[in-house]
């Protein structure tokens, strides 16, 4: 990895932990490029707008969340063991220390919901994968006879989402 990418990925992770704590509206490249030791114009050379910026942000989260939420939960079989896998790995990630405000997720969508844009619109797409992955999980969850046949699995997802909304 080269030393811009290495940059990057630092700025990366540090307004990542910086939108979790004052979220999305919080992260100015000021701030940011204070907090690093780096000027506005260099950090901006990496970003080119705060909305790009807040794009980067999510998208790096979301990475993050696949890669110690998503994936590792999908290793637990099939059914109750795989959803109850995502559901306390969820509930992890929003104490996690690299996220000191909590779910950086829940934040945006409160802070973004009446926000139109780019950033809005990538939270929403990945509320709709993620809350697809719950319904999947569910689905299976029937199909190997852990739950109900009747199982409305959307609704579960979202009685799911709303558990953690009020974690």
Known sequence: MGKGAETRERILEHATRMASRHGLAG???????????????????????????Q??????????????????????????P??????????????????????IFVAAAIELDDQPGAPRDFLVATQKEWIATLVKAAQLGVEVGHFRKDLDAEQLAFELYGLLLGY
């Open 55 to 80: 794009i980067q942000v999510l998208e790096a989260a979301v990475q993050r969340f696949r890669d110690t939420v998503v994936r590792p939960a999908l290793k637990a079989p099939r059914g109750r």
């Open 27 to 53: 992260l100015t490249v000021a701030g940011l490029a204070g907090e690093l030791g780096l000027s506005k114009s260099g950090l901006f050379a990496h970003f080119g707008s705060k909305d790009a910026l």
């Open 82 to 103: 795989r959803l109850t896998a995502l559901f306390e790995r969820w509930l992890a990630w929003g104490n996690d220390e690299a996220m000191p405000g909590g779910c």
